[in-house]
């Protein structure tokens, strides 16, 4: 059989490797998928009979410029339709953002870690994904970011909170940096978890944007809105910038159900924050929980908690799964477990002082610095 040609660039890519699927119910029972950062609540009833009053058009592709939404979101942000650019999913949002203002051999540039999908989608779009390791206490480091841009960066993504880390950057921090970055390159902001951060200073995207014309925001409906499943997120972008993004979109990309149950989560709002406060109680007590066994934990402001657990990450990892939690291990890092059902967030917390115990004696000290 002879070899298919491939693009050879795209050997320079790690395949995705996607949260672990939980296993079926009778095998381990019950068994918490904490690895995806996703919402355990169920979806609202007012968002369920909203779809479900959609469901008799999906045989039509649906509205692409998705009138209704965007109307929503140029109210509440006070922009225009054309700085609204939807995406499936924002993870789609940073990829047309990325194919829109990089090429070959352009640059982009983040932190690392960050999101997983950043470095994966950066070669795709034919780009080289910079890389600028995160400071010791698994922050940006945005005076090195600002020194690795080059003549060939195009694009900036700052991811706040970050992912995997829960780390944030402070409002002054931000305003310094994006003073520094030469004004022809786009600077994005990640705000998946903004819900969860309670900040006291923390920046707010669409600030910047008003602030900064080379500023755009990615918002995604997964996280928060408990809407993983229906792919859809967007960006609040520059003019010129929604226009080219729009060139780079998947055509017909955010179906119907999706736009309708983005528009039905907006409306009950209420109802969703009171989730994510529900959540973010959660996650003071998982991390008092190891805290208190010894590990100190970057302070995390997302739905999620980083254990930074070095050479001892996948024995905590095997340990975790063996008591029913699917978490994200990077072995050699860390490993980021979804702040979940309060059962599964129960587990995790009964853990810690058997995690704690797993990292060697003199990184633990390290650790509690
Ligand atoms: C989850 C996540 C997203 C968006 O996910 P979608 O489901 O594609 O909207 C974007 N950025 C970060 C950092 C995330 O963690």
Known sequence: MSELRLREDLNAIPGYTPGKAAPQA?????VFKVSSNENPYPPLPSVTAAIADRLAHINRYP???ATALTAVLCERFGVEPVNVVLGSGSVEVVSQLMRAT??????ILFAWRSFEAYPMLARAAGAVPVMVPLTDDHRH?????????????RLILVCNPNNPTGTTIG??????????????????????YVQ????DDSPVGIEYFRRYPNVAVAHTFSKAYGLAGMRIGYAIAPEQLGIALRKVAIPFGVTDLAQTAAIASLAAEDELEARVAELVLERERVVAAFTAAGLALPESKGNFVWLPLGQATSAAAELLERHGLLVRPFPGEGLRATVAEPEANERL?????????LVAPAEAVLASR
């Open 141 to 153: 480091d945005l005076d090195a970011m600002r020194a690795a841009i080059t003549d060939r960066t």
């Open 349 to 357: 917390i009964a853990l810690a002082p058997r995690i704690a115990a």
């Open 102 to 107: 990089a090429g070959e051999g352009d640059e």
């Open 63 to 65: 509205e692409t410029a």
């Open 26 to 30: 009778e095998t381990v029972a019950p």
């Open 171 to 192: 409002d002054a921090e931000l305003d310094r940096f994006l003073a520094q970055v030469p004004p022809h390159i786009v600077v994005v902001i990640d705000e998946a």
């Open 196 to 199: 969860f951060n309670d900040r």
